[in-house]
């Protein structure tokens, strides 16, 4: 069924090809999408998950991807046809296709259908997976590689390892948004390799190798984050081990010098019922300094750190 549908202008792709088979759609044009529901039938208002509804089948995406330094998460829908692919999406246009369009560009065999545009879409969307796991990784080596140096210095104090289990703490959020992201990519990607089975056999070919490349990626973003659990778990032993060392010195400190301050204390507090001895304040007060010397040097020496 073709349409008559203007696909609004955008100046990174060239309308005349793609808008043949991708309609964008932004959530935001409810003019657009209600002439679709007309010519097309195509409702997103209906579809709450994957489903098929007349002629479209519906599969929602949640996207994850990276906008400056920032994470953004995005859920897109794919209403995929006969002849149309049309995408609810954010914005039109969406940064996470930019990758899509260009490869189009370069392959014009995406664009004879809905189906090639679909796999396009999906390949750009693994990619922008990939990118994120690469940083996410990036930053986790940074941020082992600061723990492992602080360690091996003995300088890493609860402060420090605080804002490490924060960093940690997101890091892990990230994978396991990113590896959501992975597994609705590949449940999309296994429908259209089905579809694709029956009516379009020469994208048959590269629909296996997106399904091994998100395979790949999945597996990637896996490894990650037991890397990062693991991490997570050897900051939180440090940060007790820190709290005990804290705790054993503390009681150390307060045995060393709880004695000679009593000792001093009840020397003077008694001294006026005992004979008077003109040196008896000095020698008392020389025993609880030789007291507190002497712990003070087990300190120093690592009795009260390990």
């Not at 995005?74 to 995929?80: D, K, M, Q, R, Y």
């Amino acid at each position: 069924m073709r349409s008559s549908i203007v696909v609004p202008p955008a100046e990174h792709f060239d309308t005349e090809v793609l808008g043949k088979h991708w309609i964008p759609l932004s959530v935001t044009d409810s003019e657009t999408a209600a002439e679709l529901r007309a010519r097309l039938g195509v409702d997103f208002a209906g579809v709450a998950g994957r489903g098929e509804i007349d002629d479209f089948v519906y599969l929602p995406v949640v996207v994850n991807y990276r906008r400056g330094e920032v994470f953004e998460c995005e859920t897109i829908v794919f209403a995929l046809g006969d002849e149309f692919v049309v995408t609810l999406q954010p914005a039109e246009p969406f940064e996470p296709f930019d990758a899509a369009i260009v490869k189009m560009g370069r392959q014009p065999l995406l664009t004879a259908s809905a189906r090639g545009v679909m796999y396009a879409l999906l390949w750009s969307l693994n990619q922008e997976s990939d990118r994120l796991v690469r940083a996410v990784s990036e930053a986790l080596a940074q941020l082992r590689g600061e723990i492992d140096a602080a360690v091996q210095r003995r300088g890493f104090g609860v402060a420090e390892v605080r804002v490490a289990l924060s960093g940690m703490t997101a890091i892990e959020s990230d994978l396991s948004r990113i590896r959501e992201t992975l597994r609705q990519v590949a449940r999309a990607a296994r429908h259209l390799r089905g579809d694709i089975g029956l009516r379009a056999l020469e994208l048959a070919a590269p629909m296996e190798g997106l399904l091994a490349d998100v395979d790949c990626v999945t597996e990637h973003a896996r490894l990650e984050h037991d890397r990062v659990r693991y991490t997570l778990e050897s900051v939180r032993t440090l940060l007790d081990i820190e709290r005990n060392r804290v705790v054993k010195v503390s009681t150390t400190v307060t045995t060393v010098f709880l004695g000679p301050v009593l000792l001093l204390a009840l020397y003077v507090v008694h001294s006026g019922g005992m004979p008077e001895w003109e040196y008896g304040v000095l020698v008392a007060s020389l025993i609880a300094v030789a007291a507190v010397v002497c712990g003070l040097v087990h300190l120093t020496r690592g009795g009260g750190s390990r």
